[in-house]
């Protein structure tokens, strides 16, 4: 009984002893400083505050009999408690025994309004005992409610309500969770300091934990670019990587390559030299040939290698297959012969379609004084289009003049006789009025598959080349000769060429005039006509002239045009239309006489011949027709009658031969080419 009294006597001076902590515990149910407020100003709420909750204790320190059932509930939510967060308030024997329900009502009230993360099993379970509770609470207000209604009282009904009511409005709550209520300033900063650690983890939780994941998903997301930059980065040094070890090995195949056809060289001179039987030593120069022609830039090993004067010693041998053979590997070395004159003769054909009648009008006449076949009068003979045509079928085949004005003639009939309708869709389609593989099938009868360099073999074969125009290197054309010869090693051409192509190729690349034949496909360039870059080759074949042979004066140039027509008719128009303008852009590029003025003014007197008669009618490039021909040619007779003392001047010059010390110097340059060379006389 002593025990119970003690505790007792403890209970009563608790509550009358310190009613400022037993207000603050109650006010901590709804937090309110205005409620505080009035309740420390109010004397008489207080008295009846302590008589209401004198009577509260009363009533609950009945359920004392329900101790046990209540401590293995308790004990029961300890055990929560223990596997959970760790709560703000801790269970302890003293504090139950002396508060009882009323202190787990308190307890879990401020661990659910600070942690405010309780789980729905602890609400479920604590459910019930808490309705419980409230209708006790209930009913308690409602019988000690006064007649008329006081605002201290009130004030004090609505704590009492609000904290009663907590706890129903928690369960009631959809997600499980406390309501939020508000918190004063004070007490939000007494509870942090009051527990630093948990603060500050709540902080950490509740400002930082959001941006975890963003920070993790950023982190994350920037080691994806740097793995993606490095392999990017890893990828282009690999691509760098190859790609400069795929250039290294082109370079080492080069030089392999290089070096390969070196002593590949090597090995077919040396072979070459030791040949004593004819039959064989041919058999050797055409395997040099052809492996030169193959891959040119064994010349200059060859050179080094002292084939030239082997090859002029053997030439001596009286034996004509031997010694053709050996003319067209020394033409393919660049090496040439002494000129037939006392200087460098040349002739150049302008492009023109089958007006070129007109240019054998001029060549007729001066066979008829110089009484030699053309290729015997020039060293030089250079076509375009139309002019390549003469040159091969009088430099290359060597075929009389009439002969050659009747295939001219037949030539022009047999290509250019097509029907305007089929012709239309043809230029439709292909951008060629004509038929161009049927001009092709003519030129590979007429020609056959002999190379340019094969026509070297006959001594009496000039210098011959036809100009053609590429179109597909570079942004402007360029102007490409096909050549019967090569050059010396270490000379070097401005124009684009070669040797080793067939004669009907380079008729067929240097007639291709855009409009009436196709362009012509050789390798991995675009020919087309000539004469859209140089309709007349005198410049070129200066140049090229110089390049074989450069310590040799020039003797004459005889440049043959095809015709032109000037008209009278002035155009008092202050415009001109479209077709006038491209016309005026075409007139320009096949332009003939520009190139004459400035020759004439350059080269020395009596140099330079132009003979270019005028005629009365613009006859196109492709006129097949005979009385048209038949005008041409009239026109062409009488120009020459008017200009009969140029011609017989060009004559007297094309008849001189080469006088005594110019006959020794060539026999002494040819004696010392063969013995390998003298200081001041040979290059060899």
């Known amino acids: 009984m002593s025990r119970i009294k003690n505790t007792l006597n403890a209970v009563s001076k608790a509550v009358f002893g310190k009613q400022n902590e037993m207000i603050s515990l109650l006010a901590q149910l709804k937090p309110s400083s205005r409620i505080l407020r009035k309740l420390s100003d109010s004397g008489w709420l207080k008295q009846k505050n302590i008589k209401q909750t004198i ?58 309004y600070f942690k405010r993360e309780e789980k729905m099993s602890e609400q479920k379970e604590n459910k019930h005992f808490q309705d419980k509770s409230e209708l006790e609470l209930k009913k308690t207000e409602d019988d000690e409610k006064p007649s008329s209604p006081d605002p201290g009282v009130l004030t004090d009904k609505k704590l009492g309500s609000e904290a009663s009511l907590y706890s129903e409005d928690d369960a009631a709550s959809p997600s499980g969770t406390p309501e939020v209520l508000p918190i004063s300033t004070k007490q939000s900063i007494a509870n942090f300091l009051s527990r630093p650690t948990e603060g500050v983890q709540a902080l950490v939780g509740g400002y930082i934990g959001g941006l975890v994941p963003k920070l993790k998903y950023d982190s994350k997301s920037q080691l994806e670019e740097q793995e993606e930059a490095m392999k990017a980065e890893q990828a282009i040094s690999k691509d760098k990587n190859a790609e400069e070890k795929r250039r290294l090995s082109l370079q080492r195949e080069k030089i392999i390559a290089r070096v390969s056809i070196d002593n590949r060289t090597r090995a077919l001179v040396q072979a070459l030299r030791r040949t004593t039987d004819p039959r064989l030593c041919i058999n050797r120069v055409e395997e040099l040939t052809f492996h030169l022609l193959e891959f040119p830039e064994g010349k200059g090993v060859a050179v080094k290698e002292k084939i030239i004067p ?59 004084l110089t ?31 009439d002969e050659c004005e009747e295939l001219y003639r037949k030539l022009g009939s047999d290509v250019f006789s097509q029907n305007v309708i089929v012709g239309t869709v043809k230029m439709s389609w292909s951008h060629a009025f004509y038929d161009s593989q049927t001009w092709e099938n003519i030129l590979k009868d007429r020609m056959g598959s002999s190379l340019m360099i094969e026509t070297a073999r006959n001594p009496m074969c000039p210098k011959v080349a036809a100009v053609s125009t590429i179109v597909n290197r570079g942004i402007t054309p360029k102007a490409f000769v096909f050549r019967n010869y090569g050059h010396f090693p270490g000379v070097n051409s401005h124009y684009l060429g070669g040797c080793q192509y067939k004669m009907w190729q380079a008729i067929r690349a240097s007639s291709a005039a ?30 090229e002239c110089k390049c074989l042979w450069p310590d040799v004066p020039l003797e004459c140039i005889v440049s043959l045009g095809t015709g032109r027509y000037e008209s009278d008719v002035r155009n008092t128009a202050t415009h001109t239309s479209l077709k006038t303008k491209l016309s005026n852009v075409i007139n320009s590029a096949t332009d003939t006489e520009e190139v004459h003025v400035m020759l004439d003014g350059l080269l020395p007197p009596d140099t330079y011949f132009r003979f270019n008669p005028v005629i009365c009618e613009n006859i196109p490039l492709d006129e097949s027709r005979n009385e048209k021909l038949d005008q041409l040619q009239l026109e062409g007779l009488k120009y020459i009658e008017r200009n009969e003392e140029k011609m017989k001047k060009l004559a007297k010059i094309l008849s001189q031969e080469k006088t005594t010390l110019q006959k020794i110097n060539d026999w002494i340059k040819l004696k010392t080419d063969m013995y390998e060379g003298l200081p001041f006389f040979s290059k060899l």
């Open 514 to 543: 855009p409009g009436y034949f196709a362009e012509y496909v050789l390798g991995n360039d675009l020919h087309q006509d000539g004469g859209l870059l140089l309709n007349n080759p005198s410049a070129l074949a200066i140049h």
């Open 55 to 112: 009577t509260f204790l009363k009533k609950y320190s009945n359920k004392l009999a329900e101790k046990d059932s209540f401590a293995a509930k308790e004990s029961h939510v300890m055990e929560k408690e223990d596997t959970g967060k760790q709560s703000l308030f801790h269970y302890t024997n003293n504090l139950t025994t002396k508060f009882g329900e009323s202190f787990y009502l308190l307890s879990s009230h401020i661990n659910s």
């Open 371 to 401: 009484q030699k076949p053309v290729h015997q009068l020039f060293d030089y003979i250079c076509g375009v289009s139309t002019g390549a045509i003469l040159a091969f079928m009088l430099g290359l085949f060597h075929m009389p003049l």
């Open 310 to 368: 082997y090859l002029l010693r053997l030439r001596q041998v009286k034996d004509e297959t031997l010694q053709a053979a050996v003319r067209e590997i020394l033409a393919l070395i660049g090496y040439v012969d002494p000129v037939k004159g006392r200087g460098i003769r040349i002739l150049t054909i302008d492009g023109g379609g089958t007006r070129g009648v007109v240019a054998l009008q001029t060549l007729r006449k001066l066979v008829e």
